[in-house]
Nanobody, 112 residues
Framework: QVQVVESGGGLVQAGGSLRLSCVVS????????FGWYRQAPGKQRELVAT???????NYADSVKGRFTISRDNAKNTVYLQMNSLKPEDTAVYYC??????WGQGTQVTVSS
């Protein structure tokens, strides 16, 4: 059973920054693709960013230039650095591994 635990969410003012962490209970190197997703109230869950084990990265257009996804296989951790946050970034952020392993999510709230 693979466990995925997110942390780092919180309340921040618009323009601020947060760094989310996703700790995985097994070697992240063994999982090719990790992704960060988010779900705002009343909306569907959407993809924010993905990274594979070779470092290939994709971002949603809405976060390009503001968010950075990275992974540290030595620490079994995936990160999402979020800068220049906007109120519309408010959501529960989820980490996903291999499309099947999900964490419980961490709340990010951006005030205007």
């Amino acid at each position: 059973q693979v466990q995925v635990v997110e942390s780092g969410g919180g309340l921040v003012q618009a323009g601020g920054s947060l760094r989310l962490s996703c700790v995985v209970s097994r070697s992240t190197f063994s999982i090719n693709v990790f992704g960060w997703y988010r779900q705002a109230p009343g909306k569907q869950r959407e993809l924010v960013a993905t990274i594979d084990r070779f470092g290939s990265i994709n971002y949603a257009d809405s976060v390009k230039g503001r968010f950075t996804i990275s992974r540290d296989n030595a620490k079994n951790t995936v990160y999402l650095q979020m800068n220049s946050l906007k109120p519309e970034d408010t959501a529960v952020y989820y980490c996903n591994g291999a499309s099947i392993y999900w964490g419980q999510g961490t709340q990010v709230t951006v005030s205007s």
